[in-house]
Nanobody, 127 residues
């Protein structure tokens, strides 16, 4: 699976961005997807995950109520809608894919679960 993330940029506090991650190379509907983020000197942290059919989603506590993960299996794309952005949301955001339709909230929040990663897109929130 090849993943291409896009949609990052510079936004003011309280603003919104929508990240996209386009997948190719494998049947998209057979993979679960996740978004993670990383800042310099810190480990990559979980943001959100979605099951293969979009029926289950999970979020980090820090983004619940502000971020929404979704997917369009016809377009082989997963999205991360980010609203009410805060300076602490500033990071490089990565999309990731894990092959198989099994989905478990704890498992899919762990970066080591994922088989494939996109290149990352920078999100910067100014105060």
């Amino acid at each position: 699976v090849q993943l291409q993330a896009s949609g990052g940029g510079l936004v003011q506090t309280g603003g919104s961005l929508r990240l996209s991650c386009a997948a190719s190379g494998r049947t998209f509907s057979s993979v679960s997807m996740g978004w993670f983020r990383q800042t310099p000197g810190k480990e990559r942290e979980f943001v959100a995950a979605v099951s293969w059919n979009g029926g289950r989603t999970d979020y980090a506590d820090s983004v619940k109520g502000r971020f929404t993960i979704s997917r369009d299996n016809m377009k082989n794309t997963v999205y991360l809608q980010m609203n009410s952005l805060k300076p602490e949301d500033t990071a490089v955001y990565y999309c990731a894919a894990v092959v198989g339709r099994y989905y478990n909230s704890e498992r899919n929040a762990y970066s080591g679960t994922y088989d494939y990663w996109g290149q990352g897109t920078q999100v910067t929130v100014s105060s």
